[in-house]
């Protein structure tokens, strides 16, 4: 069998080190080409030398020297800095790149490698919520297949098979409520990352779990599944169901529903997006029906969990108004995540940023890349303003 070789951009992420779990689950069908990560040089390292691949990417410049010394020796080439990520996409040879960045820096490679034609398996959302319109006409351009690894949008493209005569009358994005659900705003004024980091059933990176707890990870969700399948908005619809067990649904004209179910286990729509159109055999945990007597589905609270409203709002709004969004987002995440803004105002600050960027109907890449910086920018000094207001 020929191997397939894997560009796998953020390799030390929660998705990086559990799509090497399933490449190491399947020795003879994948060959790692290429391995990249911002700053975290040790596990680089450590990964470069049991997968001894072409190159690694090392993005923060600093940490250069170190996985360069680190890999004397050894044939595999050390590069640095960002740039570097839509050099090593276009790699001959590549049979996939794996896009596990996380935020909008995973726009510009993962661009690059549709360009040059090469098959992408998406994690990273942003991507998508950021250049939705740009991305997809570029697929369609290049003829490259864009495979979902997002759980809920791996869910719909498994129900999808088969199905490509019917079209779908409606999406059903299953949420876990995140470790919040239920809460009033009383209680969430005051609650802290640690608590936030605290998810109940998913071991993620630490930006989409504070999105989970938000809601906004089923708003950049809501919008993912808009470009992915050419939905409108009022086609998405999200269902708050703890037990993520069914990890979404598809609803067809003739009113049937196809679920997919299964462990809340990633590494699963991982080894999809890299094996499909097969199924592989693995022998990660089965799915165990005595752990779920009852599986309960519930609407959203947008009212308390203002982000997944804010998320539609840019849907409809269309243009670079959900780059606005998601680009407050990971500010304000980032803020939270040091202890520098509270959970409410992190939706009061994205809505504000979302009025004062000037909106585009038709963005260029230019056009994103300007607005994402302005709106860091403008939530940044939102966030110092809101905390001088606090103290
Ligand atoms: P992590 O934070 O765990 O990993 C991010 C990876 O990207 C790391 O390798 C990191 O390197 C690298 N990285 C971070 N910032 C940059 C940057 N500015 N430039 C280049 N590389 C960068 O994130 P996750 O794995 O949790 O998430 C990745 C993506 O997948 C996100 O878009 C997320 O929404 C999506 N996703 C994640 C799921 C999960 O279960 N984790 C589920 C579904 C979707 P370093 O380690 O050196 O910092
Ligand atoms: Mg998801």
């Not at 319109?133 to 997002?150: A, I």
């Not at 609650?191 to 809601?215: F, R, Y």
């Not at 585009?360 to 890449?365: D, E, M, R, V």
Request: glycine share 8%; net charge negative.
């Amino acid at each position: 069998m020929i191997k397939r070789k894997i560009v796998l951009l953020g390799a030390t992420g929660s998705i990086g080190t559990q799509a090497l779990e399933v490449v190491r689950a399947h020795p003879n069908r994948f060959e790692m080409q290429v391995l990249t990560a911002a700053t975290n040089a040790e596990l680089l390292i450590q990964q470069a030398l049991e997968f001894r691949p072409q190159a690694v990417v090392i993005t923060d410049e600093g940490k250069y020297a170190e996985v360069k010394a680190a890999l004397t020796g050894t044939s595999i080439e050390v590069l640095a800095g960002s740039a570097a990520l839509e050099e090593v996409v276009q790699y001959d040879g590549v049979g996939l790149v794996i896009s596990a960045l996380v935020g909008s820096a995973g726009l510009r490679p993962t661009i690059a490698a549709i360009k040059a034609g090469k098959d992408i398996a998406l994690a990273n959302k942003e991507t998508l919520v950021v250049g939705g319109q740009l991305v997809m006409e570029l697929v369609s351009k290049h003829g490259v297949n864009l495979l979902p690894v997002d759980s809920e949008h791996s869910a719909i493209f498994q129900c999808l098979v088969g199905e490509s005569n019917n079209p779908i009358e409606r999406v059903y994005l299953t949420a876990s409520g995140g470790p919040f659900r239920g809460k009033d705003r009383a209680y969430l004024a005051s609650v802290s990352h640690e608590q936030a980091l605290c998810h109940p059933n998913w071991v993620m990176g630490a930006k989409i779990t504070i999105d989970s707890a938000t809601l906004m990870n089923k708003g950049l969700e809501v919008i993912e599944a808009k470009w992915l399948f050419g939905l409108e908005a009022r086609q998405i619809d999200v269902v708050v169901h703890p037990q993520s067990a069914v990890h979404s649904l598809v609803q067809f004209e003739d009113g049937s529903i196809k679920a997919q179910l299964g462990p809340a286990d990633m590494r699963l729509p991982i080894q999809y997006a890299l094996t499909y159109p097969n199924r592989v055999g693995n022998n990660f945990k089965r799915f165990n029906f005595a752990d779920f007597p009852s599986l309960t589905f519930e609407q959203p609270d947008t009212d308390t969990f203002r982000n997944l409203a804010l998320a539609y709002r840019a849907l409809e709004l269309g243009g670079n108004v959900p780059c606005i969004l998601n680009a407050a987002n990971e500010e304000v995440v980032a803020a939270f995540l040091k202890g520098g803004v509270g959970f409410l105002q992190m939706s009061d600050i994205i809505e504000e940023t979302m009025a004062t960027v000037g909106h585009i109907a038709k963005p260029s890449l230019d056009d994103y890349l300007r607005t994402d910086r302005e709106s860091r920018a403008i939530a940044k000094a939102l966030v110092i303003k809101n905390k001088t207001y606090i103290i």
